[in-house]
Structure formats: C-alpha cells, structure tokens
C-alpha cells in the first residue's frame, strides 16, 4: 500500500488533511504577511502612578488584514510561536517601533520608553541579543530607552541559558520587565537571581478590585514582594479611576490600561504625545 501514492494522502483523513491545510496557509499568509508590513505596531501608554506623566509605550502587534480587518495578537501570536516566525515577526517589531519612536523623538515628542514583548521561549540563545544590537545600530535608536518585557514560557530547564542571556542585554543598556507576573513560573531565587527592573502584575489580578478584596491584598503583597527585592511595579489593565487610585495608594510606580488609553496606531499616538506637551 506504501507505493500507492507518494505523498500518501489516502492515509489521512479527510479532517487530518484539511487541518494540515489550514496551517499551511496560516504559515504562508504569516510569512506574507510579514514581507508586505501588514504588521503593525499599535501604542499603548505607560503613565507615572502619581503625577500621571508620560513613562512610556508599549508596542504591542496588530494585523492589519487586507480583508479579513484588524486581527489581534491572540489569534496569530501562538501559531507564530509554534512556527518559529515570530523570531523574525519580533525584530520586525522592535526595528518599526524604534523608528516610530525616534521620529517623534525628532518632531520633540516626549514618547518616553518603548517596552517590546518577547516570550522567554525566544530567550534560548544569543540570536536574540543580536537582533536587540542590529536593531538598535539599524536605528540609531538609544538602548537606555528599550524595556524589554519577558512573558515567561515553561522552559524552566533553560533558566540558567536565559539568566545569561538578560545579562548580555541589560549588558547593551536596556531595561528587563517580567510580564503578566504571578501567572507564570518564575520562582522566587530565579527572579532574585535575574537582572529584573520592573514586575508587570497581570490583569487577572487587577480586573476585580475592588470587588475582590483577596485580589486586593495579593496585589499589595506582590508589589511588597518586588519592593523588597528592589523592582518597580507596573499594574496592567487598569480601566477604573478606583482601580488606579487604589494602586497608587498601594505604591505601584507605574500604571497601564484602558483607563488612560486603548493600544493606538502611530498617528494616534503622535495626536495624544501632542496634546500632553
Ligand atoms: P500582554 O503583553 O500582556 O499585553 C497586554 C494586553 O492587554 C494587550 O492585549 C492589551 O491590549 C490588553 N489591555 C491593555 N489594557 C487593558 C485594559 O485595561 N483592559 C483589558 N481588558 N485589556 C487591556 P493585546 O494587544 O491583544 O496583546 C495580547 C498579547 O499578545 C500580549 O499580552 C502579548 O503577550 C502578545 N503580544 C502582543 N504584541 C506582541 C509582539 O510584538 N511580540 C510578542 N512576542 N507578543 C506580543
Ligand atoms: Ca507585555
Ligand atoms: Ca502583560
Ligand atoms: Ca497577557
């Protein structure tokens, strides 16, 4: 039965196939996706929990779709991961931001900060360093000025590879945040032992207080927590002046969300940069 068909299709069936199918074309229309810039970086802002002023950006990835609209980041992201393009979608991300920033920078804006995402699955090796280095000679862009966000992934037996790598990039001059943190698997000695500058606290945490007062009292002991080890907290997902109010009063340093702005296109971005100087 092997030398029935080459490829073996009659093997599969019919779901199996159209599945395969299905990625396939995902595959290529990310790839393409990717040569025709239809990625786009969209802005969210970072603000000082006390004066409210500027602190920074967040890029985070949009797909402008010729047809099908804005796709967010949910939708791709994991299959790019799976894939292994989103090591060339990230450096495609990082350089568009760095210039989008120094072109505001030249206009005078004030734009702060430019925080990128990455997942420490792509931590794995040196590869990434060198992406951050031809990113920055590329630009012009200052390193002082890049906070790289780290979304944990469960390579914790990579930890030490990926201790060493943070190193070589705080190394450049940059910033290093742990994203979303107290969902993933950092444990306490590993993030004592990282060169960590800020503690991101997940949404999940933020999104019921002040409802749920035992989300408040975790959230107060994570920023307790980041304080003793000498990290700033930034709060994502902030979408009430209560919530903001509350972590201020708490001590976080930095706030996020929906309450001061949605992630906006550039052009957006430069209106609100303009208006707050
Ligand atoms: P994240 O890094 O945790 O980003 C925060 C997400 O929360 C963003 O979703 C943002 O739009 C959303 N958000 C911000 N403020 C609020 C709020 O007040 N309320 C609510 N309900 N949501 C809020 P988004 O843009 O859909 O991104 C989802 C995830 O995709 C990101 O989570 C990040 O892990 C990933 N991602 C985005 N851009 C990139 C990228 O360039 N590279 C990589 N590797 N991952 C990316
Ligand atoms: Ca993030
Ligand atoms: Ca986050
Ligand atoms: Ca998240």
Avoid at 65 to 76: A, L, S, V, W
Avoid at 91 to 119: D, P, W
Avoid at 155 to 183: C, H, P, Q, W, Y
Avoid at 234 to 258: D, H, M, P, R
């Amino acid at each position: 039965a092997k030398e029935a068909g080459k490829n073996g299709y009659q093997f599969y069936n019919s779901q199996m196939t159209e599945l395969a199918f299905a990625r396939i074309e995902l595959e290529k229309s990310i790839s393409d996706a990717l040569k025709l810039k239809q990625f786009k970086p969209y802005f969210q802002v970072k603000v000082d929990a006390q004066d409210k002023s500027v602190v920074g950006f967040e890029a985070l990835i949009r797909w402008i779709h010729p047809t099908k609209g804005i796709i967010p980041p949910d939708d791709f992201i994991p299959f790019a991961e799976e894939i292994g393009i989103i090591v060339d979608i990230n450096k495609f991300m990082m350089q568009e931001s760095m210039i989008i920033f120094k072109r505001f920078k030249a206009k005078g804006l004030k734009c702060g900060m430019l925080s990128v995402n990455v997942s420490s699955e792509q931590l794995g090796d040196y590869s990434y360093v060198e992406d951050v280095e031809e990113c920055l000679k590329n630009t012009g862009f200052d390193a002082k000025d890049l906070d790289i966000e780290i979304l944990e992934g469960q390579n914790i037996e990579n930890k030490n590879r990926v201790a060493e790598i943070l190193r070589s990039l705080k190394g450049l001059g940059t910033t290093m945040s742990i994203d979303d943190f107290g969902t993933g698997y950092s444990s306490l000695t590993y993030l004592k032992k990282l060169p960590i500058d800020n503690l991101k606290i997940d949404r999940s945490f933020v999104r019921d207080i002040p409802k749920n007062k035992d989300d408040m009292s975790l959230v107060q002991t994570i920023i307790a927590l980041a304080r003793s080890l000498h990290l700033k907290v930034i709060a994502e997902g902030v979408e009430t002046k209560e919530q903001a109010e509350f972590l201020k009063k708490s001590g976080c340093n930095v706030l996020q969300g929906y309450y001061f702005s949605r992630p906006i296109p550039e052009h957006e971005c430069e209106i609100y940069l303009k208006a707050k100087s």
